[in-house]
C-alpha cells in the first residue's frame, strides 16, 4: 500500500514563510502529475499547485508570485514553499500523487497564519 506523508505546517505571522515537503512511498509508480491542496473551514478543497513529472508547474491565481512548487522524481517528493503568507492561506493543506494505477493523498498538514 502507498504511503503518504506530509511535513512542514504550522503557525506563521502574516507575511512569514513555510515549507511543505511530502513524502510517498517507494512501491509508488508511474507518477503523473504531484500536488498540493488545501481546504479551510467551511470551503472546498481546492488545488493549490500541481507539477508533472516533467516539470510543468501550475498555480492558483491567489497563490501566484507567493508559493513555488518543486518536485524530486527520483525520491518521490514534492515540495511547497510559501512566502508572503496572508491569513487567508490559512488551510489543511493535502499532498497529493496522480499515477497511472491510483490516486494517493496524505493525511494533511495544517498551515495557520495570523494577522
Known amino acids: 500500500q502507498v504511503q503518504v506523508v506530509e511535513s512542514g505546517g504550522g503557525l506563521v505571522q502574516a507575511g512569514g514563510s513555510l515549507r511543505l515537503s511530502c513524502a510517498a512511498s517507494?512501491?509508488?509508480?508511474?507518477?503523473?502529475?504531484m500536488g498540493w491542496y488545501r481546504q479551510a473551514p467551511g470551503k472546498q478543497r481546492e488545488l493549490v499547485a500541481s507539477?508533472?513529472?516533467?516539470?510543468?508547474?501550475t498555480y492558483v491565481d491567489s497563490v501566484k508570485g507567493r508559493f513555488t512548487i518543486s518536485g524530486d522524481n527520483n525520491k518521490n517528493m514534492v515540495h511547497l514553499q510559501m512566502d508572503s503568507l496572508k491569513p487567508e492561506d490559512t488551510a489543511v493543506y493535502y499532498c497529493?500523487?496522480?499515477?497511472?494505477?491510483?490516486?494517493?493523498w496524505g493525511q494533511g498538514t495544517q498551515v495557520t497564519v495570523s494577522s
Open positions: 497529493n500523487f496522480w499515477t497511472s494505477v491510483g490516486n494517493y
Open positions: 517507494n512501491n509508488i509508480f508511474r507518477i503523473n502529475t
Open positions: 507539477i508533472t513529472y516533467g516539470g510543468r508547474t
